[in-house]
């Protein structure tokens, strides 16, 4: 039997039921009236924002998606804006992806940023997300949002927040705009719109982002003939990337490109995969069967927003192989750094940047080409945030393990767009050269040892859920490993109280970025394991990273079958399996 609701959240239910919220609104909420256990989970709480901006499922209540807390957060920026900007002509850019509900929840944006006084370019349809942080700056627009939930359920959408240098919001933007929005009551809410104020945008932006994609996408003069040797499989997962990378691809000059047609339709119930996320192998599926019919050599599909991308790649049996975030990372990146180096544009001065949950392996590679691997917390606002700090530094390319990657600075978010040009440029290359992208990963594990990392996500919903993760993490912070898999714990980086324990030699050390959940345990065999709840889902994520030496090629796969086993006795020790 469910437990009685506090007094607070009979109060936010009983606002819910005043005249400023519409019929429907009140309806959901009396038809929910004898489910307790549904309502305190829509009012116990209100979104926050996280490390991808607000993102919940979708429905009626201060910890969901909907008119209201859309207004009210939209109302509370339009507020900050007109403060911080003062007199000048306040502009702002609205995108929206393929979910329920994300086109009249942009218009409804759109309407409240215009009530304010702000004047509005909203896309016409659905948009990729890499194509709103471009035209914030296309625009000289102070701001920017998309409408979308990236790769979760299709019950969930979300609001992302973009500042004028097209990177999502980041501190101390984010903090303020919090408060005046938690100051805000719903009625402060301004939902009529000034029309004359909002402008339709779509084909004019479309062409100027796709040649910027082409433009940045590194393409090599050495790959040009070979393009259209290069065989193609693209699925967008009924995403946005269907109104941008296949045009992108043919502008570059790959015509031998086949999309999984049963997929290319945007549908908010993303109808063909049990989740849209390129992370999860079977989300890639149809693509792979397409790939093995026509003997593709490369396949990439996109999460339904456009930012993230997978992809599978040829092996040295012939069979197609899923590469993992981590994978893909070191390979654009050793890629964009060899073209930086024939360009001769290598100089010490230039940077990478990455998260506290990606592979160790980057900071080595940079390392070798004199260039800075800059390390942030996870989220590419963070990324982009290092490009603004830097304005004096060379800004190459930057990943994260969650199948995100940024070419250069011209898009200030993860990109697969261009992302997907680049992979496509180093398959064209490596084929061009006898060997293949597989090969070329390869190549660079025997320079700098293979890495092995793997996620796990472990899902507890609602406001108990909340809680058993919150317990979680302060269990290991109070009791904390003393070793893992039988090698001891010489380092503990607790990012919340940003202090870096040295074990050996107790001694202790700050961490200098920004506080976050986050802890990390590294062991003196080099082993790593990160925790860290989830900004956006109801997860708490274990990354383990394992490596060792690859003296050669040849060894590759019973080096990698010894790591995988590695990472299977540290999940077993931890009781994770």
Excluded at 65 to 73: F, M, Q, R, S, W
Aim: glycine share 6%.
């Amino acid at each position: 039997m469910a437990s009685p609701l506090s007094s607070e959240i009979k109060n936010k239910i009983s606002n819910w039921q005043q005249d400023f919220f519409d019929q429907e609104t009140k309806d959901e909420i009396t038809k929910l009236q004898d489910n307790l256990e549904e309502l305190e989970d829509r009012f116990y709480k209100d979104l926050e924002f996280g490390t991808g901006g607000m993102r919940g499922v979708m429905g009626v209540g201060t910890n969901r998606i909907n008119k209201y807390t859309l207004g009210k957060n939209t109302q509370g920026l339009s507020n900050y804006l007109k403060k911080l900007f003062n007199e000048e002509k306040l502009k702002v850019a609205i995108a929206f992806d393929c979910r329920h509900n994300s086109k009249s929840f942009a218009k409804i944006v759109a309407n409240v940023f215009s009530a304010n006084d702000i004047e509005v370019f909203l896309f016409e349809d659905l948009r990729a997300t890499p194509e709103l942080s471009f035209t914030v700056k296309y625009l000289n627009c102070q701001c920017g949002i998309v409408l979308t939930a990236s790769h979760n359920p299709p019950e969930y959408n979300g609001y992302k927040v973009y500042w004028k240098d097209g990177g999502q919001l980041v501190p101390p933007h984010d903090k303020a705009i919090i408060k005046i929005i938690n100051n805000l009551d719903y009625t402060d809410i301004n939902f009529e719109a000034n029309e004359t104020l909002i402008h339709m945008i779509g084909a004019d932006v479309d062409n100027v982002f796709i040649n910027a994609a082409v433009e940045n996408g590194v393409l090599n003069q050495n790959s040009l003939e070979n393009r259209d040797e290069l065989t193609i499989v693209f699925t967008s997962l009924h995403g946005t990337s269907i109104t941008a990378v296949p045009e992108t691809l043919r502008r570059a000059g790959y015509k031998n490109v086949h999309i999984v047609k049963e997929q290319a339709l945007p549908n908010g119930d993303f109808t063909t995969v049990k989740s849209p996320n390129p992370e999860e192998p079977e989300a890639l599926k149809m693509a792979l069967e397409l790939a093995e019919k026509i003997n593709a050599d490369i396949v990439i599909g996109t999460d339904p927003d456009c930012d993230r991308l997978g992809i599978a790649v040829r092996n040295n049996n012939g069979e197609l192989t899923i590469l993992n975030g981590n994978q893909t990372m070191v390979i654009m990146t050793k890629f964009l750094l060899d073209q930086w180096k024939d360009d001769g544009k290598i100089n010490g001065n230039q940077f990478v940047g990455s998260t506290i949950v990606s592979t160790p392996m980057l900071p080595k590679l940079t390392a070798a080409y004199n260039v800075d691997c800059k390390i942030g917390l996870t989220g590419f606002k963070w990324i982009a945030k290092m490009i603004e700090e830097h304005p004096n530094m060379d800004f190459v390319g930057g990943g994260e393990e969650s199948f995100g990657f940024m070419v250069g600075d011209f898009v200030r978010d993860k990109d697969a767009v261009t992302s997907t040009l680049l992979a496509c440029e180093i398959a064209a290359l490596t084929k061009a050269n006898g060997s293949s992208f597989f090969n070329a990963l390869i190549d660079l594990y025997t320079i700098h040892g293979l890495f092995k990392e793997r996620l796990v996500s472990i899902i507890k919903k609602g406001k108990t859920g909340a809680q058993e993760i919150q317990k979680l993490m302060d269990e290991a912070r109070t009791s904390p490993p003393i070793k893992i898999n039988g090698s001891s714990v010489i380092k503990i980086d607790d990012y919340q109280s940003s202090i870096s324990q040295n074990t050996t030699t107790s001694t202790a050390s700050s961490i200098n970025i920004p506080k976050a959940n986050v802890l990390i345990f590294t062991t003196e065999d080099g082993s790593r394991i990160a925790l860290r709840p989830s900004g956006t889902e109801p997860k708490i994520k274990y990354y383990i990273s394992v490596n060792k030496t690859l003296k050669i090629a040849s060894e590759f796969e019973s080096v990698e079958l010894e790591l995988e086993a590695k990472i299977n006795e540290i999940l077993k020790a931890m009781n994770l399996e």
